[in-house]
């Protein structure tokens, strides 16, 4: 099974590099039509769905790296 159209649209979302405070929050508010605390949680869970994997290694193991970095510095 394929990721759905809104999964993909958060990895594109994730490839991009955003400069300066809020813009990656006002890319998701105008493009994505969600807050971010909603698209956060989906990241999170996205990050964690092989279909993810499957569909861009690259992105998700990064943001899988940088999830489990955080962890451990808690």
């Known amino acids: 099974m394929e990721l759905g159209e ?12 955003f400069s300066g405070p809020g813009a990656k929050e006002r ?3 105008e493009e994505l039509g969600m807050a ?4 956060y949680q989906l990241l999170n869970a996205l990050l ?5 994997l499957a569909h861009d290694p690259v992105t998700v ?10 962890r451990s510095e808690r």
């Open 36 to 39: 971010p605390v909603r698209y």
């Open 6 to 17: 809104r999964e993909q649209e958060i990895l594109a979302l994730e490839r991009r590099g």
């Open 27 to 29: 890319a998701v508010r």
């Open 61 to 70: 193991n990064r943001l899988r790296r940088v999830r489990d970095a955080r």
């Open 48 to 52: 964690d769905d092989e279909r993810a």
